[in-house]
């Protein structure tokens, strides 16, 4: 009867066993299946083509700071005086004909004449006098602005180096045509209006690059091949006939 009963016990404690041995099998396969789905997003986000292959948003691009937020209309107020402030600056100097220094003059002129009326006719006028305050520029940003610009030139003198040693030949005909694009660009108008030009484009491009980079990513891409087709059959019929200097080891 012992022996009897110890048989009838073991069948409930073998499917308790099964049961746990199945609950863990299956909480396994769920936790790799769900492990495997996020390697999956990854590889597929890795394989995203991004435009002149950037890694970071197109705010980090712009350094993420003041100047980003301006382009990129973080702040539409803000955007929307610089941009207004520089179409106002550029129909004064462009559509009226008026001059840097001229303008200067005028504005000071006027400025001066207020505030000197002001002071002498606070009296009569019954109101305060105006409150000048005194303008001290800080030393720092004048340093900092004058350390990145000599960085950046002299980047530009070493690529430039680089260029005309004769080493690259891709290097130097892209140089050629951004010269000479460039000049053509600046036979059609002065400095002044190519300025104006690209901070409208900066401030056009960038947020609507932002808003549609999921559209406009792909055709880049297909851009991008197709010009790296034609550059392939370019240099093997024309470039790589070419002599070119060889690299010192």
């Known amino acids: 009867m012992a022996e009897h009963e110890e048989n009838l016990a073991e069948p409930p404690m073998e499917k308790v066993s099964e049961k746990i041995h199945d609950h863990d099998s299956s909480s396994s396969s769920s936790s790799d299946s769900d492990s495997e789905e996020p390697a999956a997003q990854s590889s597929v986000k890795a394989k995203i083509y991004r435009l002149f292959g950037r890694e970071r948003p197109v705010h980090q691009v712009f350094g993420g700071g003041k100047p980003a937020d301006v382009f990129l209309w973080r702040n539409k107020k803000i955007s929307a005086g610089v941009l207004g402030g520089a179409t106002a600056i550029w129909v004064l100097f462009e559509l009226f004909e008026y001059h840097l220094l001229t303008l200067v003059c ?127 059959v370019f240099d093997a019929k024309v470039l790589s006939k070419i002599p070119v200097k060889a690299k010192r080891v």
């Open 106 to 232: 005028h504005t000071l002129i006027l400025a001066l004449a207020i505030l000197f009326l002001w002071a002498n006719a606070h009296t009569f006028i019954k109101k305060a006098p105006p409150c000048i305050p005194e303008v001290h520029l800080p030393e720092e940003p004048f340093l900092q602005v004058a350390s990145a610009f000599r960085i950046e030139l002299n980047h530009a003198f070493a690529v430039l180096r680089s260029i005309a040693s004769g080493r690259d030949l891709k290097s130097f005909l892209m140089a050629i045509a951004a010269l000479w694009v460039l000049s053509v660009v600046g036979s059609w108008c002065n400095f002044l209006t190519l300025f104006y030009i690209a901070l409208v484009l900066l401030h056009i491009v960038p947020v609507l690059y932002e808003k549609y980079e999921d559209k406009i990513d792909p055709l880049a891409e297909k851009a991008m091949i197709e010009i790296k087709k034609q550059y392939a």
